[in-house]
């Protein structure tokens, strides 16, 4: 299986949008067709310096990785956060996760960018299998607060 990595594109929209129902439904998540669109309109414009990959092989799209550069208190360039990383399930194995996290880590290169993070749940543990093969787990724990916006 031929497998290319290249920046998304308008043309993958739909088979993006298949990817992303998938990527939500495994974090049993759900976002408003509204929020799905302006991260669709972010990652196609680079707005807000957020990027997004796609893999590709002979019959479409199979996975997606995106990522967000932000300014950092601790050096003169930015970090990049790589945010979503989702593979076809009936793809993963072959590579394809590590192919599209290689193409963040070379945009991050290419921005001299000083680092790149990312976060995934802990039960995920088919992820922390390739993330613990790229680097070791931070020393640091992430705390959450939702913060309600009254209208």
């Given at each position: ?9 308008e ?19 759900t ?5 799905t ?6 990652l196609?414009?680079?707005e ?19 990522c ?16 979503d990383?989702?593979?076809?399930p009936?793809?993963r ?26 976060t ?13 093969s ?18």
């Amino acid at each position: 299986m031929t497998v290319t990595i290249r920046a998304i594109e308008e043309k993958d929209k739909n088979q993006w949008l298949n990817l992303w129902a998938g990527y939500l439904e495994f974090y049993k998540s759900t976002i408003s067709t509204e929020q799905t669109e302006l991260t669709w309109k972010r990652l196609i414009n680079n707005e807000l310096k957020m990027f997004g990959f796609v893999a590709e092989n002979e019959e479409g799209v199979i996975g997606f990785t995106h990522c967000l550069f932000r300014p950092s208190t601790w050096t003169e360039t930015d970090y990049c956060y790589l945010e979503d990383l989702f593979v076809d399930p009936l793809i993963r194995g072959k590579g394809v996760g590590r192919a599209l996290m290689d193409k963040v880590f070379e945009l991050a290169r290419e921005k001299k960018s000083k680092r790149v993070y990312w976060t995934t749940q802990e039960f995920n543990k088919t992820a922390r299998v390739l993330y613990d093969s790229i680097t070791p787990v931070s020393e640091y724990v992430q705390y959450r607060l939702p913060i309600i916006i009254e209208s």
